[in-house]
């Protein structure tokens, strides 16, 4: 529906990696932005996609939020045309499938666990808690263990803040791939500004055994 915010993950099957180098990441931003498009991929010179901040579009949703690990993915999209989530999610698990089929040889079949799990938001905590989730998800590649014990926030926040795939940089600190989300809009609709929200995610790392991070609440792509 449009209007709706929802939390978008899937995997590789059976828990495969699904990016196996830079280009492999870089493939998969770019197509947040290239398959944004109602009319259809814009074509547009290879290696050149994400300075194209004026390339015309009519998008089908707008992404929030969006983190990239070696064996799954995280979005936190809004839909601006009906049937646009589904239909922004179907197009990007068909076309980075046929990218990574096609790059690696022979390999067929399917690259995802199965279709794209869709959570949508419908009450307060997950307003509150899928953003940061997403957000802080990579710290899982370096601190595997920081949702159950202490993490230093330092530490943490300068982890996150070099790490390229992950929209994390463009809410603290200078993006990389800006032209991909629209921030002016996320905090519109999760009622915060730049200052409060970096609050509110440097609070989740200062104490991450919290009650309320459990992963049913925002949906568990790990």
């Known amino acids: 529906m449009v209007g709706d915010i929802a939390h978008v993950f899937n995997r590789g099957v059976e828990k495969r990696n699904i990016f196996l180098n830079r280009k492999d990441y870089l493939r998969f931003v770019e197509n947040l ?13 290879q290696g050149n996609t994400l300075g194209h901040n004026d390339l015309k579009r009519k998008k089908l949703v707008e992404i929030f939020k969006w983190s990239l690990l070696p064996n799954h993915y995280h979005l936190l999209i809004y839909e601006l045309e009906e049937g646009g989530i589904l239909e922004f999610t179907k197009r990007l698990g068909n076309a980075y499938t046929k990218y990574f089929n096609t790059k690696n040889g022979k390999r067929s079949g399917y690259l995802f666990q199965n ?40 530490k943490a926040l300068d982890f996150l803040s070099n790490y390229e795939w992950s929209s994390f940089k ?37 104490n991450p055994t ?9 949906g568990n792509g790990n």
Do not use: C
């Open 210 to 218: 919290v009650s309320t991070w459990q992963v049913d609440t925002v």
């Open 33 to 45: 932005f290239l398959l944004n498009n109602k009319e259809g991929k814009i074509r547009t010179r």
């Open 115 to 154: 279709s794209a799990k869709i959570v949508r938001m419908t009450d307060d905590s997950q307003f509150i808690y899928a953003p940061v989730y997403i957000d802080i998800n990579p710290l899982d590649l370096k601190f595997p263990k920081w949702k159950s014990s202490s993490i230093n926030t330092d």
């Open 170 to 206: 463009d809410f603290y600190g200078s993006g990389m791939h800006s032209a991909v989300v629209n921030k002016e809009l996320f905090y519109e609709m999760f009622d915060t500004n730049e200052k409060k929200y970096q609050k509110e995610l440097i609070k989740f790392l200062d």
